[in-house]
């Protein structure tokens, strides 16, 4: 090969084999966002899944569930395991605050 030849091969097509596409559940996701708040989707955001998660990722809504400050599953069975070792019950407040329940797994180890 030249070095011309070998130049242009080097610095020719992109290195992006490695980008995945969109999925179409980030597609219809991303839609949905898109409608409610009125915004359309930049192509560069449609280019790759990682792009795409940026985007969704800086323009969801961010209204919490009411039930985004509860203990999750893995920190309830960890407490109730601890509780059953140790013999002490679990105050019933831990399971309407993950800080809390959080807490009461930190003291109880």
């Known amino acids: 090969m030249t070095r011309n ?3 242009s091969a080097l610095s020719g097509p992109s290195n992006d084999y490695h980008l995945l596409p969109v999925t179409d559940r980030q597609m ?3 839609r949905a ?3 409610q708040s009125a ?5 560069e955001a449609q280019r790759d899944r990682r792009s795409m998660s940026d985007w969704i990722s800086a323009h969801k809504p961010h209204d ?3 039930f985004a400050n509860y203990p999750t599953g893995k920190q309830v069975a960890f407490a109730e395991r ?6 002490r019950p679990i105050p019933s407040e831990c399971f ?3 800080q809390m329940m959080s807490r009461w797994i930190d003291q109880n180890k």
């Open 28 to 30: 219809r996701y991303a």
């Open 64 to 66: 919490p569930s009411p």
């Open 96 to 98: 309407r605050d993950k």
């Open 5 to 7: 030849m070998r130049n």
């Open 39 to 43: 915004l359309d989707i930049p192509v």
């Open 82 to 87: 601890i509780s059953r070792s140790k013999r």
């Open 33 to 35: 966002i898109a409608e």
